[in-house]
T-cell receptor, first 117, second 114 residues
């Protein structure tokens, strides 16, 4: 089954304790992205990756790191989480598209709800 | 000005009516436009995409794009209670995103009443 898998789905942590949210897709997609969703602010892009070893900042990258060492995996790292990073996080992937232009359907994972106390 | 703007709603329509959802965007160079549906507690799923000016129909859904006026809309005919969800407009901005970003609006909540 084609899917994007995120773990953990739910996490409560404390300020400053490093954590990683994993994301894996089995569709051989070049493009992967992380979003956070907050009430009234909608989905905001954190980071995206066009291919292995290629990552770029989205609209709200502060406080986050990513890596793309393998095509299927795109982990999101919070080095020192703070309460303002409490949010619902979505990983998504799609085919790269023609000439790098976004022409494809974005497939989302089920989401990871993170609470930072 | 927000890059992608939607009325948050809720938009309430009776069952069987046409629901009209609107979205405006600021990047005049945007090339591709998407409508996603998100049920409460679930992840977004693609309903339709449109690249060219005019209408694009798929079943009960019609997407309309007007690049000159910088708006895109979604019409849902014969609305059903199962259409009750939040509808997210997403735009692929070229000038601000180089073609690789996908910027979402905050979504319009649709309620279809029996």
């Amino acid at each position: 089954e084609a899917q994007v898998t995120q773990n953990p789905r739910y996490l409560i942590t404390v300020t400053g304790k490093k954590l990683t949210v994993t994301c894996s897709q089995n569709m051989n997609h070049e493009y992967m992205s992380w979003y956070r969703q907050d009430p009234g602010l909608g989905l905001r892009q954190i980071y995206y990756s066009m291919n292995v070893e290629v990552t770029d900042k989205g609209d709200v990258p502060e406080g986050y790191k990513v890596s793309r060492k393998e095509k299927r995996n795109f982990p999101l790292i919070l080095e020192s989480p703070s309460p303002n990073q409490t949010s619902l996080y979505f990983c998504a992937s799609r085919l790269r598209g023609l000439a790098g232009v976004n022409t494809g359907e974005l497939f989302f994972g089920e989401g990871s709800r993170l609470t930072v106390l | 000005q927000k890059e992608v703007e939607q009325n948050s709603g809720p938009l309430s329509v009776p069952e069987g009516a046409i629901a009209s959802l609107n979205c405006t965007y600021s990047d005049r160079g945007s090339q591709s436009f998407f409508w996603y549906r998100q049920y409460s507690g679930k992840s977004p799923e693609l309903i339709m995409f449109i690249y060219s000016n005019g209408d694009k129909e798929d079943g009960r859904f019609t997407a309309q794009l007007n690049k000159a006026s910088q708006y895109v809309s979604l019409l849902i005919r014969d609305s059903q209670p199962s259409d009750s969800a939040t509808y997210l407009c997403a735009v692929n901005p070229i000038l601000t995103g180089g073609g690789n970003k996908l910027t979402f609006g905050t979504g319009t909540q649709l309620k279809v009443e029996l």
